[in-house]
Nanobody
Framework: QVQLEESGGGLVLAGGSLRLSCTASRGSLSNYGLSWFRQAPGKEREFVATVSWTGVSTDYADSVKGRFTISRDNAKNPLYLQMNNPNTEETSGYYC??????????????WGKGTQVTDSA
């Protein structure tokens, strides 16, 4: 069974950038569709970005298009989310998820425990 672990969260300045990573502490991510979701306290989990197992196909929430980039390195295992110019409303816990195919929906088999991104303002 795959176990996912996120890292890279922290404080970010408005207009700054942050890169989140997700690795498999057990198993491999290379054959899975992968996504990033986020969830703030009192709010529903929200889709951010997804990538196919080949890395060729990606999809983004409209709110992050042009600012966030999802990528993966199957040779080294990790999944990334490059966050450029995040805004205050994007302060949230960020979660990676993996399953049979990439998806915008939180129906994945495997989830990490999340990493917190906080606006430092």
């Amino acid at each position: 069974q795959v176990q996912l672990e996120e890292s890279g969260g922290g404080l970010v300045l408005a207009g700054g950038s942050l890169r989140l990573s997700c690795t498999a502490s057990r198993g491999s991510l290379s054959n899975y569709g992968l996504s990033w979701f986020r969830q703030a306290p009192g709010k529903e989990r929200e889709f951010v970005a997804t990538v196919s197992w080949t890395g060729v196909s990606t999809d983004y929430a409209d709110s992050v298009k042009g600012r966030f980039t999802i990528s993966r390195d199957n040779a080294k295992n990790p999944l990334y989310l490059q966050m450029n110019n995040p805004n205050t409303e994007e302060t949230s816990g960020y979660y990676c998820a993996g399953g049979a195919a990439e998806s915008r929906y939180p129906t994945y088999d495997y989830w990490g425990k999340g990493t917190q991104v906080t606006d430092s303002a």
